[in-house]
């Protein structure tokens, strides 16, 4: 059969989140707010404005191999991802709304040569109409070359870009409205079949939602109480997005380990950040299948039993 080719555009952005002094970096090229000259390494593009203006700045792009290096620079909006919440951007290819829309390079492509920087203007016009708050996104340079990835099972040759953007966080003026929520809790327990003769596990899934315009930092506290209000669980969660962006949906699952084989209870998420909160929560009955099993069957057994017992007198 005829090799098939393909190419899959894996766009790996390096948008770090190290400590401040420290540019978007991938090791071969790097990304950051041009110096404006005497003041402090910008680590990031802190900007603010009205609606209806426009903003005048520049970015460098550092080309740290030897040999010269071809990027395509753009604005690109920023998200969540859905699978952890963490920072990420959209491709040069999809459709940009916020700060990719409204961010215009001076040159779309540019040339570094090896070992050296080129530093490109650009302008950020903020539409009239724009929403009052948080607007994420950045300043990315695409790799022009496709380098040559494994394929899969010898018929896909597969094909990746890399790029490395510098994060740019426009404040628009206007009224400004933290709201955050937890929505969504389910649980999904797994037991043993005879209760004490393995280990048990509930898995919490929730979705927390940045409902304001505003990013947050939030902090997820997770409860549990069994039959007559026993507290059973209550501790901060570690797997939570260190920024929410405005209008962002995350879901999110946490394993409760060594969770209750044979009680009846709430699970509640209580949800902080900087000037809001938010809480959601569900219910459980933990019972052994077997247990439930022999419940069932001998209520199903008293049933009939009644049904034939009324039959009978029917008849008599």
Same mark, same amino acid.
């Given at each position: 059969?005829?090799?098939?080719?393909?190419?899959?555009?894996?766009?790996?952005?390096?948008?770090?989140?190290?400590?401040?002094?420290?540019?978007?970096?991938?090791?071969?090229?790097?990304?950051?707010?041009?110096?404006?000259?005497?003041?402090?390494?910008?680590?990031?593009?802190?900007?603010?404005?009205?609606?209806?203006?426009?903003?005048?700045?520049?970015?460098?792009?550092?080309?740290?191999?030897?040999?010269?290096?071809?990027?395509?620079?753009?604005?690109?909006?920023?998200?969540?991802?859905?699978?952890?919440?963490?920072?990420?951007?959209?491709?040069?290819?999809?459709? @940009?709304?916020? &700060? !990719? %829309?409204?961010?215009?390079?001076?040159?779309?492509?540019? +040339? /570094? *040569? =090896?070992?050296?920087?080129?530093?490109?203007?650009?302008?950020?016009?903020?539409?009239?109409?724009?929403?009052?708050?948080?607007?994420?996104?950045?300043?990315?340079?695409?790799?022009?070359?496709?380098?040559?990835?494994?394929?899969?099972?010898?018929?896909?040759?597969?094909?990746? @870009?890399?790029? &490395? !953007? %510098?994060?740019?966080?426009?404040?628009?003026?206007?009224? +400004? /409205? *933290? =709201?955050?929520?937890?929505?969504?809790?389910?649980?999904?327990?797994?037991?043993?079949?005879?209760?004490?003769?393995?280990?048990?596990?509930?898995?919490?899934?929730?979705?927390?939602?940045?409902?304001?315009?505003?990013?947050?930092?939030?902090?997820?506290?997770?409860?549990?109480?069994?039959?007559?209000?026993?507290?059973?669980?209550?501790?901060?969660?570690?797997?939570?997005?260190?920024?929410?962006?405005?209008?962002?949906?995350?879901?999110?699952?946490?394993?409760?380990?060594?969770?209750?084989?044979?009680?009846?209870?709430?699970?509640?998420?209580?949800?902080?950040?900087?000037?809001?909160?938010?809480?959601?929560?569900?219910?459980?009955?933990?019972?052994?299948?077997?247990?439930?099993?022999?419940?069932?069957?001998?209520?199903?057994?008293?049933?009939?039993?009644?049904?034939?017992?009324?039959?009978?007198?029917?008849?008599?």
């Amino acid at each position: 059969m005829r090799k098939l080719s393909a190419l899959l555009l894996a766009v790996v952005l390096a948008l770090l989140t190290a400590p401040a002094a420290h540019a978007a970096d991938n090791g071969n090229w790097s990304v950051f707010p041009a110096s404006s000259g005497t003041a402090a390494q910008r680590p990031y593009f802190y900007l603010s404005a009205n609606p209806g203006t426009t903003l005048d700045d520049k970015v460098t792009v550092a080309n740290k191999t030897s040999a010269p290096l071809t990027f395509r620079l753009y604005g690109a909006d920023a998200y969540n991802t859905e699978r952890d919440g963490g920072f990420a951007v959209r491709t040069e290819k999809e459709r @940009q709304t916020g &700060v !990719g %829309a409204w961010t215009k390079p001076a040159r779309t492509s540019v +040339t /570094v *040569p =090896a070992r050296s920087s080129v530093t490109v203007p650009f302008t950020l016009a903020v539409p009239s109409d724009a929403e009052p708050g948080d607007h994420v996104g950045a300043l990315v340079a695409l790799d022009d070359r496709v380098a040559p990835g494994p394929a899969a099972n010898g018929k896909v040759a597969v094909g990746i @870009q890399q790029a &490395v !953007g %510098a994060r740019v966080y426009l404040r628009v003026g206007g009224p +400004t /409205v *933290p =709201a955050l929520a937890v929505e969504n809790v389910s649980l999904s327990q797994h037991r043993p079949l005879v209760p004490g003769v393995g280990a048990s596990r509930t898995d919490i899934t929730y979705t927390l939602h940045n409902r304001g315009n505003v990013t947050l930092n939030p902090a997820v506290r997770l409860s549990a109480t069994g039959l007559f209000g026993r507290t059973l669980l209550g501790r901060g969660l570690a797997k939570v997005p260190s920024e929410l962006l405005p209008g962002q949906r995350v879901t999110l699952t946490e394993a409760w380990h060594g969770s209750p084989q044979l009680d009846w209870g709430d699970v509640k998420l209580t949800a902080t950040a900087k000037g809001t909160s938010g809480s959601g929560g569900a219910s459980f009955l933990a019972l052994p299948w077997l247990a439930l099993a022999i419940l069932l069957a001998a209520a199903a057994a008293f049933t009939g039993h009644r049904v034939l017992r009324r039959r009978a007198a029917a008849r008599a």
